[in-house]
């Protein structure tokens, strides 16, 4: 069971988005898959329509740690989710209280080994106890980056400040794995090769080599709206000018994931 967490410092990068359409080709392609939305605003929970609702939610998955009538299933045949019912943020002081907090997410996670084949943590754009919770669950993260080299810029430095924030975590069994950055929305304007270069000179040193971009790069492209309005994942769009969104997908899945049998 493959964990991945898609993290970013900021908000509207994109997040929600990549979980759902990288969630959807993967379970498409047969792979058992389970979402959890992490984010108290609930985007991820609605984003497909639920096909069998569980009673609950995070909150009684990490409070009892209870997998049974947590997780509800998705229209889409293989993709589960476990929604997010905590508008208050109530989980977030629990996880800040509670003696192994950040890393009982970790723990709950290895009950479902046999379940799943791939687990995908949606988060909120924001540093605190449930991102850390979600970041320490992971094997590795994954970044959407706006291919703009001031934000580029920030990213690395909020994601380097992020990485070593965390690095105790080690101490309690929960090492932070690598990140993973997607040049994401970019249009053609701008050069993602360029942007890509300055990334990876940027964030190589001061990472230690935790931070690695990817080549693979998500156009800004009217088909992720269109699929989130009728609900679909992204490759399920017939062929969107001369970009295919599946093609895209399929490269990055490919990338993210050595030795993908053939989607
Ligand atoms: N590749 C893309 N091309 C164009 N628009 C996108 C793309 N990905 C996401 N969007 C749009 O950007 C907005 C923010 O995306 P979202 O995934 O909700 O970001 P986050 O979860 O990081 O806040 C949404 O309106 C979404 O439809
Ligand atoms: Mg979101």
Known sequence: MIKITIVSTKGGVGKT??????GGILADSG???????A???PTLSSYYPISSQADHGLK???INSSTTNTISQTNIENL??????????????????????????KHILTFLEDKYDFVLIDTQGAVGP???AAVAAADFMLSPIPPEILSAREFVRGTVSMIK??????RLGAPIGPLRGVIYRQDRTVDARLIAEELRKASFTPSKGAISILNTVIPNAVA?????????????????????????????????IPNLPDL
């Not at 924030?165 to 080690?170: G, I, K, N, S």
């Open 80 to 105: 589960d989710i476990i929604v997010s019912d905590d508008p208050d943020g109530k989980l977030r002081d629990w996880i800040r209280d509670a003696p192994d907090g950040r890393v009982r997410l």
């Open 165 to 170: 924030r965390l690095e105790p975590m080690a």
């Open 39 to 41: 984010d108290p605003q």
């Open 130 to 132: 449930l991102q850390d």
């Open 224 to 256: 992720y709206r269109e699929a989130a309005t009728q609900r679909i994942p992204v490759h399920r769009l017939e062929k969107n000018g001369n970009l295919s969104a599946k093609d895209t997908m399929v490269t990055l899945a490919k990338e993210l």
């Open 60 to 62: 009684e998955f990490l």
């Open 31 to 37: 792979y058992r898959v389970l979402l959890i939305d």
């Open 17 to 22: 988005t990549l979980t759902a359409n990288l």
